[in-house]
């Protein structure tokens, strides 16, 4: 199941593809929330009621003629880990971290594909980061390991942006504001339900900037994995439907390189993960 929320004159609709186009959910069976983070808390009971809707929908948008927003427009909580690829960590010069090294974003940071990703006057050095987002689909705590998988609603694509000089030449160290100005996590365009991800930590992950590849790894290099990073993270606050967690970059970031390359004004940037598609997001300065 593919789940992507269109942009209509009406607000954000939950839709489901089916058949190469967007059914409204809502709009079949009036019973089903018209968001995706809606949809998720209703339980497994609403996404079945959902893929029968999906049969009979009579509302459905052409995938060329409508303007997707993030799969999930309003998290509670955007959480994200730091150096959780090997060789990201070594190109940072940082330690390879024993356990996972978290900041988060704040909401108004998630656009979905094809919204600009916005260069803020004060910052010069800002540089990409493909990842894997997890999208939680059932809340708990403490959950344990074994059981993790089963919090998973499914997947989706991120851009974890990231204004450098903030993040790591502020006084302090400033990771929270470096990584939340608005724009800075662009995530879809579909959430891909867990069932049909054979194996999240087997996908390729590549960044694309101007069309030339500049990451291209796999989520098989995760220092911590998935499950692990589940268990984790609630055992620090309670999950909820719709939470998502960036589970890191690979190597082959801008400020790794010689010499370092920063996002401007006119770059298109491309997120690809296989079986969940392609991320693209214009740069432009902020307005």
């Not at 059914?23 to 959902?50: F, I, K, T």
Request: hydrophobic share 40%; with cysteine.
């Amino acid at each position: 199941m593919r789940l992507v929320t269109v942009l209509t004159d009406r607000g954000p609709r939950a839709c489901l593809e089916h058949d190469g186009r967007y059914v409204d959910l809502q709009a079949a069976d009036a019973r089903l929330p018209d968001s995706v983070r809606g949809l998720l808390a209703a339980g497994p009971e609403a996404l079945a009621a959902a893929a029968r809707a999906a049969e009979r929908g009579l509302v459905r948008y052409e995938p060329g003629q409508v303007r997707l927003g993030p799969p999930i427009v309003d998290p509670r909580k955007v959480i994200c880990l730091g150096l959780n690829y090997r060789d990201h960590a070594i190109e940072s010069k940082m330690a390879i971290p024993e356990e996972p090294v978290l900041f988060n974003k704040f909401p108004t940071a998630v656009v979905g594909p094809g919204h600009p990703i916005e260069l803020p006057a004060v910052s010069s050095q800002v540089d990409y980061e493909a990842e894997l987002v997890v999208v939680i689909g059932r809340g708990g705590r403490d959950i344990d390991e074994s059981d993790a998988l089963g919090y998973v609603a499914g997947y989706t694509i991120g851009h974890d942006v990231s204004a450098r000089d903030w993040q790591l030449h502020k006084p302090g160290k400033q990771w929270l504001a470096g990584k939340t100005f608005d724009t800075f996590a662009p995530i879809g365009p579909a959430l891909v339900t867990a069932d049909e991800v054979a194996d999240p930590q087997a996908l390729g992950i590549r960044l694309r900037l101007n069309g030339q590849t500049m990451q291209d790894s796999s989520t098989a290099q995760l220092i911590f994995g998935i499950a692990y990073t589940v268990a984790y993270v609630s055992r620090i606050c309670t999950l909820e439907p719709g939470d998502l967690i960036f589970t890191g970059t690979p190597p082959g970031v801008g400020m790794a390189r010689t010499p370092p390359v920063w996002l401007q004004p006119g770059d298109l940037v491309e997120v690809e993960i296989d079986g969940l598609g392609v991320l693209s997001n214009p740069v432009i300065r902020r307005p």
